[in-house]
């Protein structure tokens, strides 16, 4: 037998043979850079390569790692000879009248009703040998809010798009049925229950910090405090259910409000781009904020309608942004808080990530300092939105009609206990 074999040759020898990706993944004798060569020769990603075009492909893709000189043949070096030797008659299918036979494609809509209530883990994708790392790649870019996992409708669909790149079925709705998505498919596990919104599971906080007394009194004598009593009151379910999904204290999920829109007593912040919460469509989008509800069955954001379940979707999305945002500056939101952590998360909210650094650094801001007896803050100056969603200039000022967090986290937990 020559030491070589030809082009011709070996097309000859998988003529009416197939190749199943599956058993050379099984070799060990192979290396990893060639089986994902060989793989790479399934160009309609239907799990074997057979036909003259994908033979072709997978001698040119063996031919890589081959040094006879000549691209008209390779050495029949073990490897080959283990490649060749898995060529194979193909398998007779299942009638196509067998009820258990699989359908050789699946639509867009089945393949949405195949992940409904479930997600898939990205890693997952990644460590499974039977998907392509391209193909894993690519799957990778359906988790647009970047959790780790693809879940939700908008996702799967974007996963669909993503897979059918690779598919050649020529519809945009459906795409084959091969083993490489069937690994994906497998990978789907089912979502758990939501978590409960019972008040009694919210977190309360238990800050260490010393306020002012100064300060403190004359917050009482405040505007906003002098309505505390009666708008916690109204709300309290609100943050109580809002703390007990999200793990944020319900003292800082009322803090936002207060200041953002006076309890949601200022028309053109809840009715605006921002929902009551200061939830500024600058730095917090829509899908972002449908991302978050889902994860709690919550439905569709109704932003901007100041309903009562538009407040309380606002007051999720409102804890999910503040422990994102404090996240970034290396600050974690919980009950235990010291005035460094909530100096610095308290500017992760509205100012941005380096303020909250330099705040969390000093243990003041001028959104929490208790040195100063005049409660309300003394803003620096910046850009606020609209209600029509116009950007506009804040001046620096006084601003009195917002209280500081060191002054306005004591008087809600008086109201919340």
């Given at each position: 037998?020559?030491?070589?074999?030809?082009?011709?040759?070996?097309?000859?020898?998988?003529?009416?043979?197939?190749?199943?990706?599956?058993?050379?993944?099984?070799?060990?004798?192979?290396?990893?850079?060639?089986?994902?060569?060989?793989?790479?020769?399934?160009?309609?990603?239907?799990?074997?390569?057979?036909?003259?075009?994908?033979?072709?492909?997978?001698?040119?893709?063996?031919?890589?790692?081959?040094?006879?000189?000549?691209?008209?043949?390779?050495?029949?070096?073990?490897?080959?000879?283990?490649?060749?030797?898995?060529?194979?008659?193909p398998?007779t299918?299942t009638?196509?009248?067998q009820?258990?036979?699989?359908?050789?494609?699946?639509?867009?809509?089945?393949?949405?009703?195949?992940?409904?209530?479930?997600h898939?883990?990205v890693?997952?994708?990644?460590?499974?040998?039977?998907?392509?790392?391209?193909?894993?790649?690519?799957?990778?870019?359906?988790?647009?809010?970047?959790?780790?996992?693809?879940?939700?409708?908008?996702?799967?669909?974007?996963?669909?798009?993503?897979?059918?790149?690779?598919d050649?079925?020529?519809?945009?709705?459906?795409?084959?049925?091969?083993?490489?998505?069937?690994?994906?498919?497998?990978?789907?596990?089912?979502?758990?229950?939501?978590?409960?919104?019972?008040?009694?599971?919210?977190?309360?906080?238990?800050?260490?910090?010393?306020?002012?007394?100064?300060?403190?009194?004359?917050?009482?004598?405040?505007?906003?405090?002098?309505?505390?009593?009666?708008?916690?009151?109204?709300?309290?379910?609100t943050?109580?259910?809002?703390?007990?999904?999200?793990?944020?204290?319900?003292?800082?999920?009322?803090?936002?409000?207060?200041?953002?829109?006076?309890?949601?007593?200022?028309?053109?912040?809840?009715?605006?781009?921002?929902?009551?919460?200061?939830?500024?469509?600058?730095?917090?989008?829509?899908?972002?904020?449908?991302?978050k509800?889902?994860?709690?069955?919550?439905?569709?954001?109704?932003?901007?309608?100041?309903?009562?379940?538009?407040?309380?979707q606002?007051?999720?999305?409102?804890?999910?942004?503040?422990?994102?945002n404090?996240?970034f500056?290396?600050?974690?939101?919980?009950?235990?808080?010291?005035?460094?952590?909530?100096?610095?998360?308290?500017?992760?909210?509205?100012?941005g990530?380096?303020?909250?650094?330099?705040a969390?650094?000093?243990?003041?801001?001028?959104?929490?300092?208790?040195?100063?007896?005049?409660?309300?803050?003394?803003h620096?100056g910046?850009?606020?939105?609209?209600?029509?969603?116009?950007?506009?200039?804040?001046?620096?000022d006084?601003?009195?009609?917002?209280?500081?967090?060191?002054?306005?986290?004591?008087?809600?937990?008086?109201?919340?206990?």
């Amino acid at each position: 037998m020559s030491n070589k074999i030809t082009k011709n040759a070996f097309q000859d020898h998988f003529r009416n043979k197939e190749l199943r990706i599956n058993d050379l993944q099984q070799e060990n004798s192979l290396t990893p850079a060639l089986k994902e060569a060989a793989r790479s020769a399934d160009t309609n990603r239907d799990g074997k390569i057979s036909g003259s075009s994908e033979t072709d492909k997978l001698f040119r893709a063996l031919d890589r790692f081959d040094r006879d000189g000549s691209a008209r043949s390779m050495h029949r070096s073990p490897a080959v000879e283990t490649v060749l030797h898995h060529a194979a008659s193909p398998q007779t299918p299942t009638t196509p009248t067998q009820p258990s036979a699989p359908t050789t494609t699946i639509t867009r809509a089945a393949f949405q009703a195949a992940l409904d209530d479930k997600h898939i883990k990205v890693s997952s994708l990644k460590d499974n040998s039977a998907i392509p790392s391209e193909v894993a790649s690519a799957a990778r870019s359906a988790d647009a809010n970047r959790d780790g996992k693809i879940s939700g409708s908008s996702e799967t669909d974007k996963l669909f798009r993503a897979l059918d790149r690779f598919d050649r079925d020529g519809n945009a709705q459906s795409m084959h049925r091969t083993t490489v998505l069937d690994a994906i498919l497998g990978a789907a596990t089912t979502n758990p229950p939501p978590p409960t919104a019972d008040p009694n599971r919210a977190v309360r906080a238990n800050f260490s910090f010393q306020p002012n007394a100064v300060a403190l009194d004359r917050a009482r004598s405040s505007d906003l405090g002098s309505k505390m009593s009666e708008k916690l009151e109204q709300h309290r379910d609100t943050y109580l259910k809002a703390s007990a999904l999200t793990g944020v204290p319900a003292e800082l999920i009322a803090a936002i409000h207060a200041n953002e829109s006076g309890f949601g007593d200022y028309r053109p912040s809840v009715r605006g781009p921002e929902s009551g919460f200061g939830l500024d469509d600058r730095h917090v989008s829509t899908a972002w904020g449908n991302s978050k509800l889902e994860q709690y069955g919550l439905g569709r954001w109704e932003r901007g309608t100041g309903t009562e379940r538009s407040i309380f979707q606002s007051a999720v999305i409102a804890a999910e942004h503040l422990k994102r945002n404090a996240a970034f500056a290396g600050i974690d939101i919980h009950a235990q808080m010291n005035a460094n952590d909530l100096a610095g998360a308290a500017l992760s909210y509205i100012q941005g990530t380096r303020a909250a650094e330099n705040a969390h650094d000093r243990g003041s801001s001028w959104m929490f300092n208790t040195s100063d007896n005049n409660p309300h803050p003394l803003h620096p100056g910046g850009t606020s939105r609209t209600s029509s969603g116009r950007t506009v200039r804040v001046e620096p000022d006084r601003k009195e009609g917002l209280l500081r967090w060191d002054t306005l986290l004591p008087l809600i937990k008086e109201h919340l206990r």
